[in-house]
């Protein structure tokens, strides 16, 4: 029987996710004034491919209830290459400036309910103390 359902490696597959996010838009800071240097992006999807193979169940308590499935699907584009500077560089600062707020703010989220996990399994071996 695994501890929490899944759910920590989950977040542990949420945290490697943003790590790598981290990576590639601290490169393209860095490389913010190199001649033809294109932007990196990980992209979420290839990330979590594999994170849950058999998919997300959840428990039904009427016939009439939905299926929960994760069929519903969202394209995104990225058109931060469309710009370019002279030097062919395309790297846009104010959008990895953003790009690295939000990461931080996923990480800490993610870091946060990884801590919840812990402390509630903390506090059933201590016997609720």
């Given at each position: 029987?695994?501890?929490?359902?899944g759910a920590i490696n989950l977040l542990e597959k949420g945290?490697?996710?943003?790590?790598?996010?981290?990576?590639a838009i601290s490169q393209n800071i860095a490389n913010v004034?190199?001649?033809?240097?294109?932007?990196?992006?990980?992209?979420?999807?290839?990330?979590?491919?594999?994170?849950?193979?058999?998919g997300l169940e959840a428990y039904k308590t009427d016939s009439?209830?939905?299926?929960?499935?994760?069929?519903?699907?969202?394209?995104?584009?990225?058109?931060?290459?469309?710009?370019?500077?002279?030097?062919?560089?395309?790297?846009?600062?104010?959008?990895?400036?953003?790009?690295?707020?939000?990461?931080?703010?996923?990480?800490?989220?993610?870091?946060?309910?990884?801590?919840?996990?812990?402390?509630?399994?903390?506090?059933?071996?201590?016997?609720?103390?």
């Amino acid at each position: 029987m695994e501890i929490y359902g899944g759910a920590i490696n989950l977040l542990e597959k949420g945290l490697n996710y943003s790590s790598a996010k981290g990576k590639a838009i601290s490169q393209n800071i860095a490389n913010v004034d190199t001649p033809n240097y294109k932007t990196k992006n990980v992209n979420f999807k290839e990330v979590f491919s594999n994170a849950n193979s058999k998919g997300l169940e959840a428990y039904k308590t009427d016939s009439k209830h939905l299926d929960f499935t994760h069929s519903t699907t969202s394209k995104t584009f990225d058109i931060s290459n469309l710009r370019y500077r002279q030097d062919r560089n395309g790297v846009d600062m104010d959008k990895q400036q953003a790009d690295l707020a939000a990461n931080q703010i996923y990480n800490s989220a993610l870091i946060e309910r990884l801590n919840g996990k812990f402390n509630s399994l903390q506090s059933v071996i201590k016997g609720g103390r």
